[in-house]
Nanobody, 124 residues
Framework: QVQLVESGGGLVQAGGSLTLSCAASGRTFSSYVMGWFRQAPGKEREFVATIGRSGGLTYYADSVKGRFTISRDNAKSTVYLQMNTLKPEDTAVYYC?????????????????WGQGTQVTVSS
């Protein structure tokens, strides 16, 4: 079992940057693949980025590739999402999630634990 708490969301102008953090507690953080997902009003939850247990493997949605960077600090039990060049279409609630399998996955259905989410709003 692991508990996840996101922070760092807020209101930012288009072109700006934000860094989201997700702090984990409970079972050993380094044993989980971590992912970020987002959900805009009226839309399905969508994959944003994922990172392997050691941080060596990362995958991104095409919509954020080159603008967002996922990273993790296993000593701090925290995963981050650095978001640059934000666009209004990035507006959503952002969730972090933990997966007990060994390979990073882009499907929300395989993730076992979820945080409560943090709102990101990008104004035009």
């Amino acid at each position: 079992q692991v508990q996840l708490v996101e922070s760092g969301g807020g209101l930012v102008q288009a072109g700006g940057s934000l860094t989201l953090s997700c702090a984990a507690s409970g079972r050993t953080f380094s044993s989980y693949v971590m992912g970020w997902f987002r959900q805009a009003p009226g839309k399905e939850r969508e994959f944003v980025a994922t990172i392997g247990r050691s941080g060596g493997l990362t995958y991104y949605a095409d919509s954020v590739k080159g603008r967002f960077t996922i990273s993790r600090d296993n000593a701090k039990s925290t995963v981050y999402l650095q978001m640059n060049t934000l666009k209004p279409e990035d507006t959503a609630v952002y969730y972090c999630a933990a997966d007990q399998r060994t390979v990073p996955a882009t499907s929300a259905s395989v993730y076992d634990f979820w945080g409560q989410g943090t709102q990101v709003t990008v104004s035009s």
